[in-house]
């Protein structure tokens, strides 16, 4: 009888034991549960403790965290017909639960079969030097395209990076030729610009010195002082500049003159 009376008693307690454990769900913070009565959406619940009817309600558990994917590596064609192999990280997280699970079968396959197929098409419209030079705005227009797209499926897009450009042995090679030439481009148009620069101010030093005999002097005896610095075996012998301005000009001088009189005079 005692027997009789523990099961009795034992029964209904193990019933509501297994009724409360199937009835109780704990959310994390983290977490939201949508709610299903008989098959139809009910509500968004959590987090902390919730109550459900077993077998009448139904709760799916939707994680509210930034998921952070890895697209899988692209082949694509540039603009420019160039091949490139290229793979990027995505970072979203649901915003809406309850659009998450009715509107999608599964949001992170999705998500990620979406990405694939705009990250190609986003840069299939780009030149190679935009899609090395320019990542910023590219990662900003392909997190926008997504951010698009997935908002009937209640995600939000946090952030779009492109990880790795790969190019061909035979592209990095004319990559590396190109930037030497530039270089050399630049080199030669700084070595004229400094040409330029150095003519200019020899032209002027050239009109100060025209107008200023003393400045010519001035200028051979530093040339002189520079020379007898140096290491060398030359021997210099310092003349004034008039005897040189005098044998430099008298003979030749006299000597044109004399032929240009000869040329001017009258035949007879």
């Known amino acids: 009888m005692a027997y009789s009376a523990f099961l009795t008693y034992l029964l209904p ?9 199937a009835a109780i769900r704990i959310l994390p913070e983290y977490q939201r549960g949508v709610v299903f009565f008989l098959g139809r959406f009910q509500a968004v619940k959590g987090p902390g403790l919730i109550l459900i009817v077993p077998g009448i309600q139904k709760v ?11 697209v899988p590596e692209q082949d694509l064609i540039t603009k420019d017909n160039v091949t490139v192999r290229v793979n990027a990280v995505l970072y979203f997280k649901v915003v809406e639960s309850d659009k998450a699970v009715i509107q999608v079968e599964d949001f992170q396959m999705a ?9 190609r098409s986003v840069l299939g419209q780009h030149d190679l030097d935009e899609l090395l030079s320019e990542r910023e705005q590219l990662n900003r227009d392909i997190q926008t395209i997504l951010d698009d797209q997935t908002d009937a499926w209640g995600i939000k897009v946090v952030n779009v990076e492109i990880k790795h450009v790969d190019l061909n042995e035979n592209m ?23 040409e330029m620069q150095a003519s200019e101010r020899l032209r002027g030093a050239a009109e100060v010195i025209s107008t200023q005999p003393q400045a010519l002097q001035l200028r051979y005896l530093q040339t ?30 006299t000597h044109a003159s004399k032929q240009e009189e000869d ?6």
């Open 263 to 268: 040329s001017e005079a009258p035949a007879h």
């Open 111 to 119: 998500t990620s079969q979406l990405a694939q197929t705009t990250l």
């Open 224 to 253: 002189l002082a520079d020379m007898s610095s140096d290491r060398a075996t030359t021997v210099v012998f310092p003349l004034p500049m008039e005897w040189l301005s005098a044998l430099s000009g008298a003979p030749g001088t």
């Open 13 to 21: 307690l193990g019933l509501i034991i297994l009724f409360l454990g």
């Open 60 to 70: 799916v558990r939707i994680d509210l965290r930034v998921v952070t994917m890895d």
């Open 172 to 194: 990095i090679r004319a990559i590396a030729r190109q930037a030497e030439a530039e270089r050399n481009r630049r080199a030669k148009v700084i070595n004229a610009e400094g």
